[in-house]
């Protein structure tokens, strides 16, 4: 069982930084990708950002140029660095996983920007 825990969310005001950590139970290069999804209440869940076992990086259109998604292998950590944060991106952020045809969740954890 893969397990994902987050850490790094918080409250910030618009224009801010924060940083997301997902630490991986096993090594990020077993899965053929990693990434983060975010889900306001009553919404779909929606990706923020990949990365692929290779490196190959996609992003969603609404965070290009604000946020980087980058891995340390070493650690088993994926990270999400968050920058001119808005108000429309406070949302449960969650961390992904995909080995095979599986897919593994982190809890989620919170991002509120105020303005």
């Known amino acids: 069982q893969v397990q994902l825990v987050e850490s790094g969310g918080g409250s910030v005001q618009a224009g801010g930084s924060l940083r997301l950590s997902c630490a991986a139970s096993?090594?990020?290069?077993?899965?053929?990708?990693m990434g983060w999804y975010r889900r306001a209440p009553g919404m779909q869940r929606e990706l923020v950002a990949w990365?692929?076992?290779?490196?190959?990086?996609n992003y969603a259109d609404s965070v290009k140029g604000r946020f980087t998604i980058s891995r340390d292998g070493t650690k088993n950590t994926i990270y999400l660095e968050m920058n001119s944060l808005k108000p429309e991106d406070t949302d449960v952020y969650f961390c992904n996983g995909v080995i095979g045809d599986r897919e593994y969740w982190g809890p989620g954890i919170q991002v509120t920007v105020s303005s």
């Open positions: 096993l090594t990020t290069f077993s899965m053929n990708r």
């Open positions: 990365i692929t076992r290779l490196g190959s990086i």
